[in-house]
């Protein structure tokens, strides 16, 4: 990038079941707190970032923070919608459209018990390819995962024991942390032993559905002298996207993430053996294999065994989901915006029990739909 930027405010929102809420409060609190560790006011915001929040999109959350933003993005890519956002910000800053971006969003979709397994939609307006796939009894989006891990096993041999590792690994790193919904000890046995949502996937393969959202400030090396809390830089970030339906993804182990993470990388002049701390989109156990796998950090197929090593555990040589990630933390529909506060506050030394030593250089890889899309944001502490 010709001028470096930075990331210098970030906050969660309430977390977990929020009442006496809504999800504009929720987000204008959490800017509240990241542009006060950004060292910058609410009038200093001149972009606004917002993936799709239900009814409230970013003319609404600027309508209720009471800005005027000169350029605004309403992007919707899922759970990589705020990757792709910083992405998005790096070049609306260097092209001058604004100066300090605010990406921002909150859900209340456990409070507001929104979210549906069934993969139906309303009679009218079904998409044509909906309707050749839904009536073959396909939950959605679970059903979609388990068909991806099932091929995935299928081909590389990888086993549900393997697939358990990332679930006990990340409830680990939950057990860390103070703010994670499921905090209960968790083996292996009892992943197996789990009841069965959608074959190979059982019920700690599965994310949390919870309330929760958050705000980040992207800024220009200038402002961010102002930040009272240490800048992280933003070394590269890519996004891409590669189908809608899952009978459109070309190969059932490749996801998008094996273009948005070389590009990243490339752009960082960096290597997946430089990074120190991963923040992996986990929607699904078989979300994580696939991201480790097309980011670089192991050869497709070796997923299973680079995991079972116990590499994403707490002492492990690629320390993953550090806030107990989807599976234990929370996941309010849409995660990637927690992945950066988190690969945020490693990279500050903010993290407390769960702090990766030395943390100096970190990935947040977020991912949206059916294994649809991917955006990958490295981060460094200077």
């Given at each position: 990038?010709?001028?470096?930027?930075?990331?210098?405010?970030?906050?969660?929102?309430?977390?977990?079941?929020?009442?006496?809420?809504?999800?504009?409060?929720?987000?204008?609190?959490?800017?509240?707190?990241?542009?006060?560790?950004?060292?910058?006011?609410?009038?200093?915001?001149?972009?606004?970032?917002?993936?799709?929040?239900?009814?409230?999109?970013?003319?609404?959350?600027?309508?209720y923070?009471?800005i005027?933003?000169?350029?605004?993005?309403?992007?919707?890519?899922?759970?990589?919608?705020?990757?792709a956002?910083?992405?998005?910000?790096?070049?609306?800053?260097?092209?001058?459209?604004?100066?300090?971006?605010?990406?921002?969003?909150?859900?209340?979709?456990?409070?507001?018990?929104?979210?549906?397994?069934?993969?139906?939609?309303?009679?009218?307006?079904?998409?044509?390819?909906?309707?050749?796939?839904?009536?073959?009894?396909?939950?959605?989006?679970?059903?979609?995962?388990?068909?991806?891990?099932?091929?995935?096993?299928?081909q590389?041999?990888?086993?549900?024991?393997q697939?358990?590792?990332?679930?006990?690994?990340?409830?680990?790193?939950?057990?860390?942390?103070?703010?994670?919904?499921?905090?209960?000890?968790?083996?292996?046995?009892?992943?197996?032993n789990?009841?069965?949502?959608?074959?190979?996937?059982?019920?700690?393969?599965?994310?949390?559905?919870?309330?929760?959202?958050?705000?980040?400030?992207?800024?220009?090396?200038?402002?961010?002298?102002?930040?009272?809390?240490?800048?992280?830089?933003?070394?590269?970030?890519?996004?891409?996207?590669?189908?809608?339906?899952?009978s459109?993804?070309?190969?059932?182990?490749?996801?998008?993430a094996?273009?948005?993470?070389?590009?990243?990388?490339?752009?960082?002049?960096?290597?997946?053996?430089?990074?120190?701390?991963?923040?992996?989109?986990?929607?699904?156990?078989?979300?994580?294999?696939?991201?480790?796998?097309?980011?670089?950090?192991?050869?497709?197929?070796?997923?299973?065994?680079?995991?079972?090593?116990?590499?994403?555990?707490?002492?492990?040589?690629?320390?993953?989901m550090?806030?107990?990630?989807?599976?234990?933390?929370?996941?309010?529909?849409?995660?990637?915006?927690?992945?950066?506060?988190?690969?945020?506050?490693?990279?500050?030394?903010?993290?407390?029990?769960?702090?990766?030593?030395?943390?100096?250089?970190?990935?947040?890889?977020?991912?949206?739909?059916?294994?649809?899309?991917?955006?990958?944001?490295?981060?460094?502490?200077?």
């Open positions: 990038m010709p001028a470096p930027l930075y990331i210098t405010g970030v906050a969660e929102t309430a977390l977990g079941e929020v009442a006496g809420e809504n999800e504009l409060s929720m987000v204008a609190k959490a800017t509240r707190e990241a542009l006060a560790e950004a060292g910058l006011k609410r009038k200093d915001i001149d972009g606004l970032f917002v993936n799709y929040m239900g009814e409230e999109g970013s003319v609404q959350v600027a309508e923070l009471g005027q933003p000169r350029f605004s993005d309403s992007s919707d890519l899922g759970g990589a919608a705020f990757e956002q910083v992405h998005h910000a790096i070049a609306a800053i260097q092209a001058g459209f604004c100066e300090v971006a605010l990406i921002a969003y909150a859900s209340r979709q456990r409070s507001r018990r929104a979210r549906s397994l069934s993969g139906g939609a309303p009679a009218m307006g079904v998409p044509i390819m909906h309707q050749l796939e839904v009536p073959y009894g396909l939950p959605s989006p679970i059903g979609r995962y388990a068909l991806i891990a099932a091929r995935h096993m299928h590389y041999g990888t086993t549900r024991a697939l358990a590792e990332i679930a006990v690994a990340a409830r680990l790193w939950a057990q860390k942390n103070p703010k994670a919904w499921s905090r209960d000890p968790l083996t292996i046995e009892d992943c197996l789990a009841r069965p949502i959608s074959e190979p996937l059982h019920r700690n393969d599965i994310c949390l559905v919870t309330d929760g959202g958050g705000a980040c400030i992207v800024t220009t090396a200038e402002r961010a002298r102002d930040a009272a809390k240490k800048p992280i830089r933003i070394l590269g970030a890519a996004e891409s996207h590669t189908h809608w339906h899952i459109q993804m070309k190969d059932l182990t490749v996801s998008a094996a273009k948005s993470g070389p590009e990243a990388f490339a752009m960082a002049g960096i290597t997946p053996g430089d990074v120190d701390i991963l923040q992996p989109y986990d929607s699904f156990t078989i979300t994580v294999l696939l991201a480790l796998e097309d980011l670089g950090f192991c050869k497709k197929g070796e997923g299973g065994a680079f995991v079972e090593s116990g590499a994403l555990r707490p002492g492990g040589k690629l320390p993953s550090t806030s107990g990630g989807g599976l234990s933390y929370n996941h309010p529909g849409a995660l990637g915006l927690m992945l950066l506060i988190e690969a945020v506050r490693q990279l500050r030394g903010e993290a407390g029990d769960r702090q990766v030593p030395d943390a100096k250089i970190g990935v947040a890889h977020g991912v949206g739909g059916l294994l649809s899309t991917a955006g990958t944001v490295i981060l460094a502490r200077e």
